[in-house]
């Protein structure tokens, strides 16, 4: 398979992929698409993306952008080892916390984008707004993580690392954060596939 | 089952909830919460919806917002009729149509909110970033169409109730929309789930 993410290596979605093919064992070759210069907008990539955006997984003649959308595929592709819980509802609330983590908490993506999480911190503060978003996914987080185990549903999900992601735009940044959460990002940061993202070489700014 | 809606009937992704109840033939009771005096963010429905957004969808003791994972849940629960393509790769590329519809396009969903649907336009031209996200929305829904079928994936799937509600966003202000698009779009608000939902007796604006 081949997949494209962009070319600092800072989509939280092209890393949530990444790490979906990572933990499965997949074999895959990684290419970039360079956003910055607007390359994901017109020839090859806009022929082949439906949304232009980054990931898009390319597996033989089918290609399909959207993170949450490639990790379904992967999930029904080879079940195992699994990204998502196996009970209904279970699964269900790992999908809640995919869909929340990619369409909410805009402020927080904005004034901490994840160049902070890989090129360093931002001494902007927080707006209001922004902080209004911490509160609402510190009081999220706090109620998934209540149960005091190390992920948030029993066994690790790829819902660990979106929410895990989101958090340390935060904890990264030095922002307070409180510390059963900080302790949950950390901890997930650690894992063997969130770590080969990492450390992937990135461009200098 | 009990699915908390916006008190004036306007969220696309409550609409989508119902419209996916509706389809399965699944009882249950509509209720409102009124964002407008923003009754979501507290007491509680905060306490019960962990993103504090509609649509929540009550399933005995079981709550769950967002609503991509309520139609997944709702598909796992009862497989029949089908929500989403059988076929991975079909399925896949109308989750990504859901996703995308969800994280997108941010400037048509802010310059023609759904109040331009289901209220009544608005005077206000479209900014040069709606008018670039409208030039990419029908670039995807033309490709999509591109088969000059009734639906986007063979059947109808809860896909094209999202896509047709984003056209409809520029459609019903009576913005341009390629021809093909407007019919897709009329074609998929006059089904019965759907027009059940616009018919819904809405308070005065
Ligand atoms: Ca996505
Ligand atoms: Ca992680
Ligand atoms: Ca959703
Ligand atoms: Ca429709």
């Known amino acids: 398979m081949l997949l494209f993410a962009d070319a600092q290596y800072t989509s939280p979605y092209a890393m949530s992929v990444f790490v979906a093919l990572t933990e499965k064992r997949i074999p895959f070759e990684l290419k970039t698409v360079d956003l910055v210069a607007g390359a994901n907008r017109g020839g090859e990539y806009a022929a082949r993306s439906l949304t232009q955006r980054v990931p898009t997984l390319v597996d033989g003649d089918f290609t399909l952008s959207e993170s949450s959308a490639i990790t379904e595929y992967l999930e029904e592709l080879q079940p195992e080892p699994a990204?998502?819980?196996?009970?209904l509802k279970t699964r269900?609330?790992?999908r809640q916390v995919q869909a929340w983590i990619r369409s909410d908490l805009l402020p927080i993506r904005q004034e901490r984008?994840?160049?902070v999480v890989f090129y360093g911190p931002s001494d902007a503060p927080l707006s209001a707004g922004a902080r209004d978003a911490a509160g609402k996914?510190?009081?999220a987080a706090q109620?998934?993580?209540a149960h005091g185990?190390?992920?948030l549903f029993g066994a690790w999900s790829i819902a660990d690392v979106d929410l895990a992601l989101m958090l340390n735009r935060l904890v990264l940044n030095g922002d307070e954060v409180p510390p059963v959460l900080r302790e949950f990002a950390r901890r997930q940061w650690d894992r063997e596939s969130v770590q080969a993202w990492v450390n992937l070489a990135r461009p200098p700014m």
Chains 1, 2 share one sequence.
């Open 83 to 87: 990204l998502y819980p196996a009970d």
């Open 92 to 94: 269900a609330l790992a």
């Open 113 to 115: 984008s994840t160049y």
């Open 137 to 139: 996914l510190f009081k």
């Open 143 to 145: 109620a998934l993580l």
């Open 149 to 151: 185990g190390e992920h």
